[in-house]
């Protein structure tokens, strides 16, 4: 779980504390390119020779799939030829590149923009703002939350409220971060039983997300998390028991000397006594058309095992 506080971009929230989202500075993705020169200093070519290299794909493999030559893409490579705004697009999108990057692309290349960055609290993403909080909302009593391109969570559910009623008060001043409330020393890091397995999970997902969007940010949010003291034992507890194998059962009545067999690795946390365990569900917005909602993630966590299950619902109740 990217566990994080209870936050919503609109007053709409079902949980306490709120952080107002700023696409223009928390989410600030870099455009640099690999030399961390901007794409109008380096030119569209280096740009985006850069990320093919980083794809992995050849001239000749890219020509294919764009409906081009390798030799037109070697001369826009080197910069002997300048690409059509069209092929520009077309490139960026068979080398999957994040949309932040592909407006980069674009202005390297002498072009304007194509993708705007709306401000998640702008009256035109309305719609889109109370779909997602009723999703979230109607995920209740499981845990549900959204975040954007570095982590910072934008709105979330009471299930996740429930998660971190035991962390400090300041860790959840905003802006909340994901990433920190889970595996600081004292979030809740120290209740997750299979710790090693979620951290080590947990930043080999950030180095994914690093390596498709070339995010300074992301890359100093990753340094620091990965930095944070390790191990920590719980009360009661020593690394390496059966408590924190992801195969045990749920520290419930229901749940004690049972063994679940789980079809995706678990986050096992500690809540009032009780070990629940969750599945992460990350979803994102298909063929988005600005930055901003291009960089949302909704981060559901779904209960492992009939135990948690049980348990959850007999907080609504």
Do not use: C
Not at 219 to 228: G, I, K, P, Q
């Amino acid at each position: 779980m990217t566990a994080a506080a209870s936050a919503s971009p609109s007053a709409a929230t079902s949980t306490g504390a709120s952080a107002s989202p700023s696409t223009g500075s928390s989410t600030a993705r870099s455009v640099s390119g690999a030399g961390g020169a901007s794409g109008v200093d380096k030119g569209v070519g280096p740009l985006l020779r850069g990320w093919r290299e980083q794809r992995r794909v050849s001239q000749l493999e890219l020509a294919l799939r764009a409906g081009s030559s390798a030799r037109h893409i070697s001369f826009v490579e080197t910069g002997r030829s300048r690409p059509s705004e069209e092929m520009v697009l077309r490139l960026a999108e068979h080398l999957d590149v994040p949309v932040r990057d592909r407006n980069a692309l674009l202005l390297a290349a002498g072009y304007a923009p194509r993708y705007p960055e709306t401000p998640l609290d702008d009256p035109a993403l309305d719609a889109l703002r109370e779909g997602v909080e009723r999703l979230i909302q109607g995920y209740e009593p499981y845990p549900a939350f959204v975040v954007d391109a570095t982590y910072n969570v934008v709105a979330a559910n009471r299930g996740i409220a429930m998660l971190l009623d035991t962390v400090p008060e300041r860790l959840l001043a905003p802006p909340l971060n994901a990433m920190r409330l889970t595996l600081h020393p004292e979030g809740l890091a120290p209740r997750i039983r299979n710790l090693r397995e979620w951290r080590g999970h947990l930043l080999a997902q950030m180095e994914r997300d690093i390596a498709l969007r070339r995010s300074e940010p992301l890359r100093a949010l990753y340094e620091e998390v990965a930095a944070y003291p390790y191990p920590y034992l719980s009360e009661g507890s020593s690394e390496g028991s059966s408590e924190g194998s992801p195969e045990s059962g749920s520290g419930s009545d229901e749940g004690i000397g049972e063994t679940v067999p789980y079809f995706a690795l678990p986050m096992q946390i500690e809540h009032d006594g009780r070990v629940l365990s969750f599945i992460l569900s990350i979803s994102t917005f298909n063929t988005p058309m600005d930055v901003t909602v291009a960089e949302l993630a909704i981060e559901t966590l779904l209960p492992a095992d009939p135990a948690t299950v049980k348990y959850l619902q007999s907080l609504m109740s």
